[in-house]
């Protein structure tokens, strides 16, 4: 039985495909899961068709980098989480580091994208923005496990 002083909350963290094809990035980043207490509620490697990509990447689809963030997402596996720990959104939100590869490494060379993000594109990886967001994305990547989860009405938290 898990007990924990504050619920859990869950997120949503991806390993884009610049991250799975290195196997080093991949280690490295995984340890920083495992280092940072989350729980890993469920995991998996899987690779997205482009009509995946562009559905989840909706929101983005008048910017400039939509095309190749798209044909990026798309280009080769990644590997899925879904994190549970207190406020899990913001906590790996933290990790991440700034999306954008130059002040990634200026403001937060710790951070993962600081550590390892190759472009504005091509940054490692992906954390839901909300706890809206999180419950989203984790229907979207995980379609055959999320209509398990419970969640309250109004503070989507997980209750073990
Ligand atoms: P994410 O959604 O991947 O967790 O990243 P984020 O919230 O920090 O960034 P967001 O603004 O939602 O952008 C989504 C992803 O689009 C790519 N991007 N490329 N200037 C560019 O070329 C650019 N800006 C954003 C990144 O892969 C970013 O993570
Ligand atoms: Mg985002």
Redesign the pocket.
């Known amino acids: 039985v898990l007990r924990s002083a504050r619920p859990l909350q869950l997120t949503l963290a991806v390993l884009?495909p610049d991250a799975v094809a290195h196997p080093l990035v991949l280690e490295a980043v995984h340890e920083t899961i495992l280092n940072n207490k989350f729980l890993i509620v469920r995991t998996k490697e899987l690779m997205w068709r482009r009509e995946d990509s562009q559905r989840f990447?909706q929101e983005?689809s008048g910017r400039f980098?939509y095309q190749?963030?798209v044909e990026f997402m798309a280009s080769g596996p990644m590997r899925a989480y879904i994190l549970a720990h207190e406020d899990a959104v913001a906590r790996w939100r933290s990790l991440?580091g700034p999306?954008?590869v130059y002040r990634a490494r200026n403001t937060a060379p710790d951070s993962i994208r600081g550590a390892y993000g190759l472009t504005?594109?091509r940054?490692t990886?992906?954390?839901s923005?909300s706890v809206a967001s999180a419950r989203r994305e984790i229907a979207f990547f995980f379609p055959e496990f999320s209509e398990s989860l419970w969640y309250q009405q109004d503070e989507p938290h997980l209750r073990c």
């Open positions: 884009k990447y983005h980098f190749r963030l991440m999306t954008k504005d594109t940054n990886t992906h954390g923005d």
